[in-house]
């Protein structure tokens, strides 16, 4: 018998020799993906030829940035998902894909723009791709690399006339860096909620079944309302964080003050003091620029007193005068006070507080006041401040009402009390990656009285429909986490099998999905949504409403 020339003819030098060989790959290669994750710019590497002509060429690699940009886990990366799933529609794919035919005919280069497709947000950024196809000596195409940045980043780095103002490139620098942040808060608060998750199933269940215990069932439910206002907490980062554009509309200040100070203040030696009148109008605004101004005034009260205290927010009706009152036009409006009790600021730097790159904070670039001033400025409003030395600091904002609004009904603490159980019948296909929320639901879902079969992954959920819908017992409900590691993600999954079942019941699950999505993903075909971290008796009331909304044909 002849041995195989590859083991048994190496000798042990050659053998040493190519493990030493190995590792010096490896090494080189660490450093390659240490250098390219310092990018600011998205780098990904796709494949030469698209292995599938649905999702496209195929990610081999991907930095940091580009994963922060995508929404994606930067630890995970994009890799194994196609360009298509990165763009945001059909247009902006075909658009892509001639940029890649045109790199490979004019020399190696193109450059396009095309919108980049949140995973997380599934909010589209427009952002220009720079193709460049990479040939061997041979000429042979070995892959494509391209680099992704926002358009707005890009264009404003490549224009030689007129040059911008150091105060432009600051505020732009600072934009960038506040969407790559957005996107890490968001991955943040999405794991954060998937650790809640079974926590919060299995104790909302509990609750319910020691009720005969009232000393027991009382101390679960303190526990229960703090898993509660973590949970409200988490929500609001989301919605934060989020980078989708809002219109001017009738806003709740109340509730959203309550909301901001609560997230701004989490954490601080500060207690803030929130309150406001109780016909308080609305207001017109841009929910999420007033939120973003009312973190940055608290959060510089907040700083102004290190040693901890007190601060007062309060929203009041406020009416101008037929006479007018500086830009404010006559009629009436609303005014949110801030008001800190620390070191204050010198008479001589009030002037010069809303101005370009002011700042008396040593790591401060000063963009903070004056990015609040524009948007109130662009609201309509108007920003005022007074300030005493070692007395404190008052901000105050004033934004016009909404007509016919007012007797605002008084704020009452979030319901503490869990959802209350459902039990029913029929088979759950539960489709997500953390394992203890899958469990604890696979074990609230028998307990109910439903057959529930369980995977962590798109591949295994949709072999698994498809073989029982052969079989003739396909699921009732399939609850479909939005955010599977590897291979292909909720939506993607669910698009299979809607497409193998049109008639598939698919309920999305997500930590990351706010009111304002939903509807997105209710005409992408899915039948609900169950926002995590879910409570059992939301998870049994959503399962049983949704097995029973319909039947088949």
């Known amino acids: 018998m002849t041995s195989s020339p590859s083991t048994s003819s190496a000798t042990p030098a050659a053998i040493a020799e190519l493990e030493q060989g190995l590792e010096h790959l490896k090494v080189a290669n660490y450093y390659l993906r240490v250098a390219l994750d310092q990018v600011n710019d998205g780098v990904v590497i796709v494949e030469s030829t698209a292995s599938d002509p649905r999702s496209g060429h195929k990610v081999l690699f991907s930095n940091a940035a580009a994963a922060m940009m995508a929404g994606a886990d930067p630890e995970a990366g994009l890799r194994g998902l196609g360009l298509n799933d990165l763009v945001a529609g059909d247009s902006d794919a075909t658009t892509l894909r001639e940029s890649l035919r045109l790199a490979v005919e004019n020399g190696g280069c193109h450059e396009c723009e095309c919108h980049l497709q949140s995973l997380r947000t599934q909010t589209p950024v427009l952002s220009k791709w720079r193709v460049r196809a990479v040939f061997n000596s041979l000429r042979k195409l070995l892959n494509f690399t391209i680099l992704i940045s926002p358009s707005q980043v890009a264009a404003s780095s490549t224009k030689s006339e007129p040059k911008p103002a150091a105060d432009d490139l600051d505020a732009q620098s600072v934009q960038l860096r506040k969407e790559n942040l957005a996107a890490l ?14 926590v919060t199933m299995r104790l909302s269940a509990l609750i319910q079944q020691v009720q005969e215990h009232p000393a027991l069932a009382q101390e679960l439910q303190l526990v229960f309302a703090g898993l509660k206002r973590a949970k409200q907490f988490t929500s609001q980062v ?51 620029k007033l939120s973003q101004v009312l973190q940055n005034l608290v959060m510089n009260g907040i700083q102004a007193m290190p040693h901890g205290g007190y601060m007062d927010v309060q929203a009041q009706n406020h009416l101008v005068s037929a006479q007018g009152e500086g830009v404010l036009k006559p009629g009436p409006h609303v005014r949110i006070v801030v008001r800190d009790r620390g070191c204050g600021i010198a008479k001589e730097n009030l002037e010069r507080l809303f101005r370009e790159s002011f ?3 040593a790591d401060g670039n000063g ?66 990656d953390e394992d203890d929320l899958r469990k604890v639901a696979h074990m609230i879902l028998t307990r109910s009285g439903y057959e529930v079969v369980q995977c ?44 193998f079942d049109p008639d598939a019941r698919i309920v999305c699950t997500s930590g990351s999905v706010t009111e ?13 949504v169950l926002p995590k971290p879910y409570e059992a008796g939301e998870l049994t009331q959503v399962v049983h409403r949704v097995a029973t909304m319909m039947k088949r044909h």
């Open 238 to 288: 989301v919605t934060a964080s989020k980078a989708s554009p809002r219109k001017q509309e009738p806003t709740d200040i109340a509730a959203l003050i309550r909301d901001t100070v609560e997230f701004a203040g989490a954490g601080s030696n500060v207690q803030v003091c929130v309150s406001s009148d109780d016909n308080l109008r609305h207001a017109i605004a841009n929910p999420v």
């Open 359 to 361: 700042t008396t904070k």
């Open 516 to 528: 304002e999505v939903q509807m997105v993903f209710l005409e992408r075909g899915f039948v609900g």
């Open 456 to 499: 962590d992954n798109g591949q295994d959920a949709v072999r698994i429909y498809q073989s029982l819908f052969r079989t003739g017992t396909p699921p009732d409900v399939v609850l479909m986490d939005l955010t599977l590691r590897g291979g292909m993600n909720g939506t993607e999954t669910a698009s299979e099998i809607l497409q």
């Open 367 to 432: 963009i903070g006041l004056t990015t609040c001033k524009r948007f109130i400025d662009e609201m309509g409003g108007d920003i005022r401040v007074s300030s005493t030395p070692n007395i404190g600091t008052e901000f105050s904002v004033y934004l016009p009402a909404a007509e016919g609004s007012g007797g605002t009904r008084l704020l009452k603490p979030a319901d503490t009390a869990p959802v209350p159980l459902q039990s029913g019948s029929g088979k759950v296909l539960i489709v997500d």
């Open 185 to 198: 808060a968001q991955g943040i608060a999405h794991d954060v909620n998937n650790l809640l998750g079974p």
